[in-house]
T-cell receptor, first 114, second 115 residues
């Protein structure tokens, strides 16, 4: 049973346009959400996070939106750059913070074309 | 560079063998996490240690075990290896679970191939 779902395995976007990556979750106990970026042959790199008490968090070109009622979050990248091409993982922290492990989606491969 | 180091980078071994993967967390981080990434799978949480003690367990097989040493480095031991254990194994670290700081910083991973 997948608790964190990224339904789009891939996304292709033109350079300079907006990239929107989506993530859905099923467990209402999740209270913290993160996005990671992963290049081939490297470990995941932390990108941005959001607490369940917020509905938006922004860091430069990256913005994460959280819709708790829909159990949905999204990552917006504006403007997209070719260097953003990578696999993006959505992750959630369960159990209200009593444990630190993360539950990951299967990832979305973003390709930004020049 | 996340500051988390993992050795070895690659490991090729035969079925039935035992291997040890090593992880050194970022300086100051007390928590260490192990994750497995198989083909077509996201990262699956295996086990967490906090300051030398086991804190949480995920989908870790009984053939697998881990420990965290006084200097905070961690080892993941995989025994009676099967073909299906071939995967990328990542270690991550974070500052402190009680601080509710969930950002985990990942090492480059160890690619295990079982033949």
């Amino acid at each position: 049973d997948q608790q964190v779902k990224q339904n789009s395995p891939s996304l292709s976007v033109q350079e300079g346009r907006i990239s929107i990556l989506n993530c859905d979750y099923t467990n209402s106990m999740f209270d913290y959400f993160l996005w990671y970026k992963k290049y081939p042959a490297e470990g995941p790199t932390f990108l941005i996070s959001i607490s369940s008490i917020k509905d938006k968090n922004e860091d430069g070109r990256f913005t994460v939106f959280l819709n708790k009622s829909a159990k949905h979050l999204s990552l917006h990248i504006v403007p997209s750059q070719p260097g953003d091409s990578a696999v993006y993982f959505c992750a959630a922290s369960p159990y209200g913070g009593s444990q630190g492990n993360l539950i990951f989606g299967k990832g979305t491969k973003l390709s930004v074309k020049p | 560079d996340s500051g988390v180091t993992q050795t070895p980078k690659h490991l090729i071994t035969a079925t039935g063998q035992r291997v040890t993967l090593r992880c050194s967390p970022r300086s100051g981080d007390l928590s260490v996490y192990w994750y497995q990434q198989s083909l077509d799978q996201g990262l699956q949480f295996l086990i967490q240690y906090y300051n030398g003690e086991e804190r949480a367990k995920g989908n870790i097989l009984e053939r697998f075990s881990a420990q965290q040493f006084p200097d905070l480095h961690s080892e993941l031991n995989l025994s009676s290896l099967e073909l299906g254990d071939s995967a990328l194994y990542f270690c991550a670290s974070s500052v402190n679970v009680r601080d509710k700081t969930y950002e985990q910083y990942f090492g480059p991973g160890t690619r295990l191939t079982v033949t």
